[in-house]
């Protein structure tokens, strides 16, 4: 389709003036907008996040945070809704604030906060916190509260973090070195009650058991000799009548001859000591307790008419007998006791593999609870030192390089903007508005529009023929247009800023609502 240049340019004309009267009332109201917008100021201060004062590799502190994470945990407490609405209050930020919901102060109170972070490889990482406000020193004031809880937050976040650290290790080690107590204590009444099936005895057990198994047969073969003994002197007695066969010698009793012994071994003594010499003496008692019981035994022999009782191979046979059962006796009492401890050995013996697994155990759980306590107690040391440089201000912190000074020079708002965004926005509805009417209009205007609805071609085309008087009416509708564009958008712009609002708040408002502010 060919575009009829002339024909869009008389519709253009035509037009003008009410595109025109959207161009400067929007320009008008941009250009007094501009005008009568106050003056803004924007302060800001810088701040800085610093090493540790105190090399890592030497002390490890226990709020171990990012730089950048940490500007990221300040901004955040920074930004909260009662900070801002408290700040609000205090510096009386906004004229009609007491009129104001608290959301719309939190909104605006962050629409005019600008934090921004300046962080890089090898690079110091820093921050900008910059308001704008009406009033310098209100700038100034909230910038500088705004640095006041930034050091307040970073400080109190790392002391409250070590702080927590060292709680957590004291209460765990108090903890570990009560279950160490409890586990010690296991242990000591453990091995108490199994004092006699502790593991650590066991060799003991079995050289004692393989001791007490010898003496066992030993103590047998002496019951078994002791017995065979007793039968064939029994035997020979009763068949010869007599203890030995062949035995013609006077009977000795043992104890006679053990004097015998005694007497000859003090014989010898006294050749070579004197009487006075212990060995001597102990001698000499023994031989007057020898004779004092071969006394008794002869005694014991005599009739009570002084005549001998039995005939000395009866009295060898039963002293001899006598002499076995009393032997016999203590062998197998003897017997009986190693038997017993012997059961008793074995019992043990038999515990002490379970008492091993299970005294095992507790001394693993016992080791595992020292290796836990020791890991706390340097944690704990850790958190102590931590704590310590923490607190004395030596690890990573946030420091003001620059503070928020008043400031002298405006840094808004940018009036030739606004006035360019007002003649925008003009220029825009001028050419939204013939545009529009340009796609609502569909009547027949020109003979290419007649030819294009009805397939038709006209022969000729008639115009339409205006009137002088007609025609001046339209030029001076066109000019009474214009004046009042010229005199009625200005005066109009007057009415609304002293009798409704001014128009740098309904401005503000709008360009609040769209982002623009």
Not at 490 to 513: F, H, N
């Amino acid at each position: 389709m060919n575009l009829d240049l002339r024909f869009y340019w008389a519709i253009f004309l035509r037009r003008l003036p009410v595109m025109l009267l959207f161009i400067l009332v929007c320009a008008g109201l941009g250009v007094v907008t501009a005008i009568k917008l106050p003056d803004t100021y924007t302060a800001s201060a810088r701040l800085l996040v610093e090493a540790p004062e105190i090399p890592e590799r030497m002390v490890a502190s226990t709020a171990q945070t990012d730089a950048i994470e940490q500007l990221d945990i300040v901004q955040q407490r920074l930004m909260t809704r009662a900070n801002l609405i408290d700040i609000a209050n205090r510096f009386s930020v906004f004229d009609s604030i007491r009129e104001m919901e608290p959301d719309e102060v939190v909104s605006r109170m962050r629409q005019y906060t600008s934090i921004r972070r300046n962080a890089g490889r090898n690079e110091a990482t820093t921050l900008t916190i910059e308001f704008e406000a009406s009033n310098p020193q209100i700038a100034a004031d909230v910038v500088n509260e705004y640095v006041t809880l930034v050091l307040e937050a970073s400080t109190s976040s790392r002391t409250e973090r070590v702080g927590r650290t060292l709680q957590f290790f004291q209460q765990e080690v108090q903890r570990l070195g009560e279950d160490l107590d409890r586990q010690s204590a296991a242990i000591t009444a453990f091995k108490s009650r199994n004092a006699d099936a502790l593991p650590e005895d066991q060799s003991y057990r079995l050289g004692r058991q393989t001791l007490l198994q010898e003496r066992l047969g030993r103590i047998e073969r002496d019951i078994s000799a002791a017995e065979s003994q007793k039968r064939e002197l029994t035997q020979i007695f009763e068949t010869t009548g007599r203890v030995r066969p062949n035995s013609g010698q006077t009977f000795r009793t043992r104890e006679e001859e053990q004097l015998i012994i005694a007497q000859g071994e003090l014989q010898n003594l006294l050749s070579t000591y004197s009487e006075s010499n212990p060995r001597v003496l102990r001698v000499q008692d023994r031989i007057k307790r020898l004779e004092s019981v071969v006394a008794a035994q002869k005694a014991s022999r005599l009739s009570t008419d002084g005549e001998e009782a039995s005939s000395p191979q009866e009295l060898l046979f039963n002293a001899t007998i006598a002499e076995i059962d009393t032997r016999l006796e203590a062998l197998r009492a003897e017997e009986a006791a190693t038997r017993t401890e012997l059961d008793a050995l074995q019992e043990a013996i038999a515990r002490s593999s379970v008492n091993g697994i299970e005294l095992a155990a507790l001394e693993r759980d016992y080791e595992n609870l020292q290796a836990r306590y020791n890991a706390a107690i340097n944690n704990l040391n850790q958190a102590q030192m931590s704590e310590r440089i923490e607190t004395t201000s030596q690890g990573q912190r946030i420091t003001v390089i620059e503070n928020a000074n008043v400031p002298r020079v405006p840094t808004g708002p940018d009036r030739p903007r606004i006035a360019i965004m007002g003649l925008a926005v003009g220029l825009a509805l001028a050419g939204g508005y013939f545009l529009m009417l340009e796609a609502l209009n569909r009547t027949v205007r020109r003979p290419a529009e007649l030819t294009a609805q009805f397939n038709i071609t006209p022969i000729a085309t008639i115009p339409y023929m205006e009137s002088r008087g007609h025609r001046l009416a339209r030029q001076g509708g066109l000019v009474l247009a214009l004046l009042i564009v010229l005199a009625g958008v200005p005066s109009g712009l007057w009415y609304i800023d002293t009798y409704y609002q001014p128009l740098e708040l309904i401005v503000q408002k709008a360009l609040d609502r769209a982002g623009l502010g």
